[in-house]
């Protein structure tokens, strides 16, 4: 995988001592009320465990999970992930749709300080340079916090669909042309 950096910002793997920041990111209603068809809040540290290595899993020198920190710090912030998204009426966990998705999930302690645009835009920038010409983004309808962050890192809305997640979502496309 990639390291990447900003100005502020380190992106790197995530290893198994990072799975109490996920945990305690992703058993946050507050940031899970948005992800998937059925929002749920992460229940166990074992599921944090499971979590990191389906990660590292994706990771294919293009697509990835990193985990985003203070480049000074290294305090962590966040994830940002670049993969293949699921078709809607397939199995959710196994079947890509052959598009790939960006999307990102941050502390709440980040929040509103623009950490998620800088991080997002620098996996695009990655993608792009690793030969992607097309990354798509989805949000729920109501995650206006996230359409934001799309429309910041270039992505261009598209409207609603409901050919991913087997959800109703915003479409958001970037393209290199």
Not at 51 to 57: G, S
Not at 109 to 135: I, M, N, P, Y
Not at 151 to 159: A, S, Y
Request: proline content about 3%; charged content about 25%.
């Amino acid at each position: 995988m990639h390291l990447l950096r900003t100005d502020r910002l380190l992106l790197r793997p995530f290893n198994g001592d990072d799975a109490d920041f996920v945990y305690d990111v992703y058993s946050r209603w507050e940031v899970q009320r948005y992800i998937g068809a059925v929002p749920r809040v992460m229940a166990s540290m074992s599921e944090a465990f499971d979590r990191i290595h389906a990660w590292r899993t994706i990771d294919d020198g293009v697509h990835g999970a990193w985990a985003v920190t203070e480049a000074d710090s290294g305090k962590l912030l966040g994830t940002v992930l670049l993969k293949f998204i699921p078709a809607s009426g397939s199995d959710l966990t196994v079947a890509p749709h052959g598009d790939t998705e960006i999307g990102w999930h941050f502390h709440p302690d980040a929040w509103g300080k623009g950490c998620a645009t800088e991080a997002a835009s620098a996996v695009l920038d990655h993608a792009f340079a690793q030969g992607l010409d097309r990354v798509v983004a989805v949000t729920d309808p109501l995650n206006l916090a996230s359409q934001r962050v799309c429309e910041r890192i270039g992505m261009v809305h598209q409207g609603v669909t409901e050919e991913y997640y087997n959800a109703r979502c915003e479409l958001f496309v970037a393209r290199t042309d």
